[in-house]
Nanobody, 119 residues
Framework: QVHLVESGGGLAQAGESLRLSCTASERTFNTYIMAWFRQAPGKEREFVALISWLGGNTVYADSVKGRFTISKDNAKNTVYLHMNSLKPEDTALYYC????????????WGQGTQVTVSS
């Protein structure tokens, strides 16, 4: 069982920045991919970004490319989402998830952290 805990959400105005963190609570943690997803009210959950745990390769959704950066600190079992130039349409509940084996299925999810961007 892997426990993921997100933090760093909150209120921001358009154009401002926030940084989300997601930490795996296990003392020994290894995975294949860590990712961020988001779900806005009345919408389906959507992919935001992912990073490979060993190589650090990244992939972004088009909607956040150039504004958001995903990074990791393996020693702290933590993945970050640096969100710049926030827009009201970025308002959502943000979740981190882990794909332990590279199966393209996310095995564990955090509980989410709310990001609200006002215009």
């Amino acid at each position: 069982q892997v426990h993921l805990v997100e933090s760093g959400g909150g209120l921001a105005q358009a154009g401002e920045s926030l940084r989300l963190s997601c930490t795996a609570s296990e003392r020994t943690f290894n995975t294949y991919i860590m990712a961020w997803f988001r779900q806005a009210p009345g919408k389906e959950r959507e992919f935001v970004a992912l990073i490979s745990w060993l190589g650090g390769n990244t992939v972004y959704a088009d909607s956040v490319k150039g504004r958001f950066t995903i990074s990791k600190d393996n020693a702290k079992n933590t993945v970050y989402l640096h969100m710049n130039s926030l827009k009201p349409e970025d308002t959502a509940l943000y979740y981190c998830a882990t794909d332990l084996y590279g199966s393209n299925e996310y095995d564990y999810w955090g509980q989410g952290t709310q990001v609200t961007v006002s215009s």
